[in-house]
C-alpha cells in the first residue's frame, strides 16, 4: 500500500495555497515580513528501516520525504518538522538524512537513549534536530531523577532544545513541571491528550492550561482525532481555552502526516482546513502558523 492522500484536487491544492498567499500578501501590505506558514508536527519512513524492538505496531506503507514535501508545497507550507516516529525507535538515520536533504526548510525532533553522549547530541543539532521527543502512550514514566536523564536533560537545556512529550494530560500534569525544574522548554503533543470521556472538564486538561504561566511550555494543537471520536468537537472547546492560557506564540499546529492508525479517514489537507474551522480569523491564524519560527529555530 502506498499512501495517497485522497479526495484531493489539484483545484482544492491551488485554492488552499492561494488563500495561504493571500494572508502572507496582506501581511506584506501592511508592511510586515512575509510570514513562514510551519507545520511541526509530522513523519517520515519507509519500509526499508529497522524497526525498533518491542514497537507497539508498523505501518505496512511507505511515507517518504518526497510525499511530505508534495503536501507541504500543495498546501502551501512553506516550513515543517519531522518528529521521529516511535517504531523506529533511537535509529534518527533516516531523519538526519531527510532534514540535510532539504537545506534548512525542515527541523528535526529526534528519540535518544537517555544515555547518549554529548557529542552525538551536538551532532543531530548541526543537523538540523531541535528537540527530544519522549512518545510515553503505554510506557512507564521515566524517573527524571535518575543520573542518566539529569545528564541528557542537562545537555538538552545547554543546546537550547525543547522535550516534547505525548501522553495523556493527568500524567502531564504530574511530569511536565519535573521538566520545568530541570529548566528545559516542553511542547505537549496533540491537545495534551485529556481524557476523551471528560474533555475540557479533565482536571489533567484544567492543569495544563495552568502551566501556561510558566512561558516555558508550548501546545501543539494538532490531531484532533487522536482525541476520541468528537474530537474535532473537543478542539473547538479546548482552543479557545488554549488561546486564552497560553496566547497565540505558544500555540503550534501540526498536520500529524500521514496520520498513523487513523490513514483510512485523515488527509493532509482535511487537516489543513479544520484549521481554518478552528480559527476563522485569517491574522490569527496567520500568527500561529508563524509562532513556531523561534522555537524550532527556522
Known sequence: MKITERGMTRRQFSAGAAALAAIAAAGKAAGEATMPVIDTHAHVFHRGLKLAPGRRYAPDYDAPLSLYLEQLDHNGISNGVLVQPSFLGTDNSYLVD??????????????????????????????????????????????????????????????????????????????????????VTVVLDHFALPDPKLGVADPGFQSVLKLAATKNVWVKISAPYRNGAAGESFAKEA??????????????????????????????????????????????RAQVLASPRPLFRF
Open 239 to 284: 482552543y479557545p481555552l488554549l488561546r486564552s492560557a497560553y496566547g497565540l506564540d505558544r500555540l503550534l499546529w501540526g498536520s500529524d502526516w500521514p496520520h498513523t492508525q487513523f490513514e483510512a479517514t485523515q488527509t493532509y489537507a482535511k487537516n489543513r482546513q479544520f484549521l481554518d474551522t478552528l480559527i476563522v480569523d485569517e491574522r490569527e
Open 98 to 183: 531527510c532534514l540535510k536533504q532539504t537545506a534548512g526548510r525542515l527541523r528535526g525532533i529526534a528519540v535518544v537513549d537517555p544515555a547518549m553522549p554529548a557529542e552525538e547530541l551536538r551532532e543531530l543539532d548541526r543537523a538540523g534536530v531541535v528537540g527530544i521527543r519522549l512518545n510515553l502512550v503505554g510506557q512507564p514514566l521515566p524517573d527524571l531523577s535518575a543520573s542518566e536523564w539529569k545528564g541528557l536533560l542537562a545537555n538538552v537545556k545547554a543546546m537550547g532544545w525543547q522535550v516534547e512529550i505525548q501522553r495523556n494530560a493527568s500524567d502531564l500534569a504530574v511530569l511536565t513541571p519535573r521538566l520545568l525544574d530541570l529548566g
